[in-house]
């Protein structure tokens, strides 16, 4: 059940932010953020030195997104990153956030679980890229 709270949740927020993009268009992290911009869903890139990511403006940390509380975000990190991610998103109340592949480990695993934030957090295997369009399609309210 707590999964299918989290697609809905994830997917019925009025603005997103993708951090792991880059310049680099072969980075999944890019990809991701390409498929927001395809789909004309509002979306911020979130990167530490680029100011502009596809054409869109970038923020420099999730603190600067102009509403974190209501503003799902991807996750396509390093698995130090993503943890970290995961207490600042916590501390902003961030609605849903969904780590993509390979952007987790146990530690991000346990954080999850022990922070109550099962609820809030996509992990273990689906990607924005394959199944995106399903479970947007199934939750929006």
């Not at 869903?41 to 530490?48: A, D, L, R, W, Y």
């Not at 993503?82 to 109340?93: C, S």
């Not at 922070?115 to 996509?122: F, H, L, S």
């Not at 992990?123 to 199934?138: A, I, P």
Request: include cysteine.
């Amino acid at each position: 059940m707590a999964f299918e709270a989290v697609k809905t949740a994830f997917f019925n927020s009025p603005a997103y932010a993708v951090v792991g993009a880059s310049k680099d268009q072969t980075k999944y992290g890019t990809k991701v953020l390409q498929w927001y911009k395809a789909r004309e869903i509002p979306v911020t890139p979130v990167h530490p030195k680029e100011t502009e990511l596809e054409g869109i403006a970038a923020v420099k940390s999730i603190e600067e997104l102009p509403s974190p509380s209501t503003t799902s975000i991807s996750i396509i990190t390093p698995s130090k990153i993503t943890i970290d991610l995961l207490q600042k998103a916590k501390e902003l109340n961030v609605p849903a956030l969904w780590i993509q592949p390979g952007a987790s480990d146990s530690a991000c695993i346990k954080f999850i679980k022990e922070n109550d934030m099962v609820d809030k957090v996509i992990y273990g295997g689906s990607c924005v890229l394959t199944e995106g369009d399903n479970f947007r399609n199934t939750t929006r309210l």
